[in-house]
């Protein structure tokens, strides 16, 4: 092949479409022809992005490409080992190299900028020498035995980097001390620090190791303070080696080995704990939810109270509170807000459930784990703040998880080193820091178990319907709990929701783990009666659900909180309280805990406050009494524990990965192929076809079902050439398919200048 776009060329439909489908950023928007898109493959953005796909293999043959004087596929695999063919075949289908004259293979333009150290290795000497003046040149010349006589500048860095073909007499020469200098520099980084490096040295001045090296020409001053290992002699020093390291093999990730049974009862425990946290955290913030600090986020202080009221680390509930948000569960309002969704959510079975918050998670752009951390201007990073989005996270977290073997704890360690191998350009910084948090989420999510990979994993990563696997690993809820004499009442697992949202509201969680033990209070009963329950529907509630009867101390707190409850009705005067007994507003009064509250008779049935109705609600509570609050029209106010309820937001689908299907790939193929015809048919004269207008009109008709080159003046008057295939001509306009635009289009007959055959 004489160039990489006559290559191109060469590549059959198939192969193309191969090549745009791993590289999409090349056909958005379709290039006009294969020249056009030869073009834009060597842009540094395409070169870039797909250098970042690559796995070490890979690089290391395109590396190799590059360094290597004949780069064949004998010389290859001489260089680096038998199994080089795969990773060849994958840079042949990226289009990254391709085979050029005498079976050797030649880089895509582009590469080589991007590669500015191959292998490790510094420039080529003819390079490295060019950038040095005439007269240096002239002195390294004669130092070396070269002839100087008509030369220029090229021609003499021609000459020196020819002699350092083979440097072996030169490395002996200059001393076993300068051999360890250059010794260090061989594996790269191919450059080194000195002081005024250009100064003048020549064979008969050279006094220091680095001296003679410079004036044989084996290191190279490219400035003031930087010398440079010629490519030439860093291969002679290597021993024609291109790599230490078995760079074709990907390491293994090592660890101790976990029976999957085990793996998928811990990973399963933790699904169910993860869930339990996810309830309890929107619960808490439905009755109260935390402010939306200015910038967007969550403020330090509510993310520590949750913290201590869920009991685990404030990097959790960052994780849960982005998980939620990313899930359609949580949403700004007024305060961070559990949605409807939420409600809607509860109701699904915990398999569902779980599945939901996996995918959210997998699939958001956010980064849980830069919460509490510092941005580029040195200020906090609130958790469900803007500024923890990262484009790359969903790609992050799924080559972690697809990098962590089966039946294996792999240590941290072990699994950096082969995502490295997968990813060299991608990983180190913020990279590694994402790979160690993803692990941290995925087991506290239940994705993993022992530090090893569950058995739902692998099928969830692939985007299969794990609910039924995983359903089956998780307990079974119940629907009933042991009530105790003690005012306990022990779940002994995972409880359906209707239960256990109304006993979330009868009683306080006193303790969590393989069963939950909830605590009644007066207090608590008094809340649920709040909610408008009473005293006979809690006892059924409790009647129908226990395991147990219904103890006697439990059966008295909640009637004796049902007795008090209600008898206080407050109202807005400000505020009243009105009562049925007179004997009941007689004991207020006479309190003396009471006086704060500025009561004063109305009647013997009605007290007045100057104080608002919600804080003479609390003040009365907080002296023991109970009262309910009241309407306009005397009825009674109904406060219910999710009254805060936000509207789910619309997000739109992120698209994190631009995806082309085999349709699309064969459109922009036919595209481009139509683009090539075109530019060969109008090279004879250059000017689109020009034909009377019922000729035109006719031949048009007589084409349909065939291709033909027709010529149209666009909205400007330009001329332009298409390839058409003509499907219908009426109403004054053709309808055919244009292969320039790989689409159907309508053309008005009187704007077509003439058609002609392809």
Known sequence: MDSYGDWLRGRTDEELAALVRARPELITPVPADLGALAARAATPPAVSRALDGLDRAALAVLESVIVLPSPTITALKKALGPRVAESVDNLLALGLVWPGTRRSYQVAPGIRAALREPAGLGPPARDAFAVLPLDRLVV???????????????????????????????????????????????????????????????????????????????????????VTLPREVGLYLRGGVLFRENVLTEPSAAGPERPQGL????????????????EELLEGWGLEPPSVLRSGGLAVRDLRAAAARLDVAEQDVALLAEVAYAAGLLARDVGWTPTRSYDLWLLRGAAERWADLANAWLDTDRVPGLAGGKDDRDKTINALADESVRAHAPRVRREVLEALPDEVAASEESLMERLTWRRPRRTGGLYSRMASWTLREAAFLGLTGFG????????????????????????APVDHVLLQADLTAVAPGPLVPELARELALAADVESTGGATVYRFTPASVRRAMDAGRTISELLDLLTRHSATPVPQPLAYLVEDVGRKHGRLRVGTALSYVRCDDPAVLDEILADRRASALRLYRLAPTVLASRLSRQDLLESLR??????????????????????????????????????????????????????????????????????????????????????VWIGYLDQQGQATSRIVEPVRVDGGYLTAYDRTKASVQRFTLHRITGVRDV
């Open 140 to 226: 390294l010349a004669e130092d070396l035995g070269l002839s100087t006589a008509f030369a220029n500048a090229s021609g003499l860095a021609e000459a020196v980097a020819a002699r350092l073909a083979d440097p072996a007499d030169l490395v002996a020469d200059a001393g076993p001390e300068a051999r360890t200098a250059l010794e260090r520099l061989a594996w790269g980084p191919p450059s080194g620090r000195i002081e005024n490096a250009r100064r003048p040295v020549t064979l008969a001045t050279a006094a220091s190791p680095i001296d003679r090296l410079l004036a044989r020409g084996l290191l190279v001053a490219t400035d003031d303070r930087t």
């Open 263 to 278: 793996t998928d009862q811990i990973a399963s425990g933790q699904v169910f704990t993860a869930l339990r946290l996810m």
């Open 452 to 475: 090893a990979k569950a058995s739902y994993t692998g099928p969830f990563l692939r985007g299969e319907d794990v609910t039924g696997g995983l359903g089956a690993l998780l307990p």
């Open 622 to 707: 907080s002296v023991g009494f109970s009262p309910v609050p009241e309407s306009a029209e005397g009825g009674l106010v109904v406060t219910r524990t999710d009254a805060h309820r936000a509207e789910t937001p619309a997000r739109p689908p992120i698209d994190h990965e631009q995806v082309v299907d085999a349709d699309i790939a064969a459109a922009a193929v036919r595209a481009l192929r139509a683009g090539e015809e075109a530019a060969a048919v109008g090279a004879p004269d250059g000017d689109p076809p020009r034909t009377p207008s019922m000729a035109t009109i006719e031949r048009l008709r007589s084409a349909i079902g065939s291709r």
